[in-house]
Every structure is written in structure tokens, then in C-alpha cells.
Nanobody
Framework: QVQLVESGGGLVQAGGPLRLSCAASGSIFSINVMGWYRQAPGKQRESVAIVTSGGDTNYADSVKGRFTISRDNAKNTVSLQMNSLKPEDTAVYYC???????????????WGQGTQVTVSS
């Protein structure tokens, strides 16, 4: 019923930019938080950046100053502009939304299927 669809992943050279986008669709009542997580092989999934419906943001220390998260509440979309990419940024990036779906009485997390970002040296 509720889906998160990511786009924009790919292969880039170190130092280059890449922009990820995510669109939420379905029976959505309200979205409190949207953001991006990532997971490299053999590593734990970690938070990259989040943004609330009010526009407050939070970034991982490893990406602060290089990545920028933005959202469009009216369209239920979130984007991640990644600049000055490093090989250690290589991971599967997952879109995340904490929301009230229509007919549900509490917040529930939703995840996208993930998109691969590979940064070459």
C-alpha cells in the first residue's frame, strides 16, 4: 500500500557528485521523518541524513559538509545531494520514512529497496 522508490544511484569517480531521490506513494496520512541510511558489505546499517517535516536536519559526522538532504512535503519526496564523494561512501543507500499511513494509529517505519552507490578511486 505504501511504497518508497529510490533513484539516482550509480558509479562515480572519487571527488564527484551524485544525487539520490526518493518518492513515497500510497495511502499516506502524514510523514514525520524522511531520510537516508546506508550499508556497506560486512558493515552495520548507519544513518546518513534525516529531515523532519518541519525542516530540521541531522547528518552523520562522516558526511557533514559534503551531503545535503532536502524534502518536498507536498510531493512526499526527499533527495540527497552528495558532493566530494569518497571510496568509503560506497554502499547500498536506503530511503527511510517514519509516517502515519491512512487507517493506522501510530507511526511506522518504511524502507525503500535500496540503490547502489559505488565510488571509484
Amino acid at each position: 500500500q505504501v511504497q518508497l522508490v529510490e533513484s539516482g544511484g550509480g558509479l562515480v569517480q572519487a571527488g564527484g557528485p551524485l544525487r539520490l531521490s526518493c518518492a513515497a506513494s500510497g495511502s499516506i496520512f502524514s510523514i514525520n521523518v524522511m531520510g537516508w541510511y546506508r550499508q556497506a558489505p560486512g558493515k552495520q546499517r548507519e544513518s546518513v541524513a534525516i529531515v523532519t517535516s518541519g525542516g530540521d536536519t541531522n547528518y552523520a559526522d562522516s558526511v557533514k559538509g559534503r551531503f545535503t538532504i532536502s524534502r518536498d512535503n507536498a510531493k512526499n519526496t526527499v533527495s540527497l545531494q552528495m558532493n566530494s564523494l569518497k571510496p568509503e561512501d560506497t554502499a547500498v543507500y536506503y530511503c527511510y520514512a517514519l509516517m502515519f499511513a491512512q487507517g493506522m494509529g501510530r507511526l511506522y517505519p518504511y524502507w525503500g529497496q535500496g540503490t547502489q552507490v559505488t565510488v571509484s578511486s
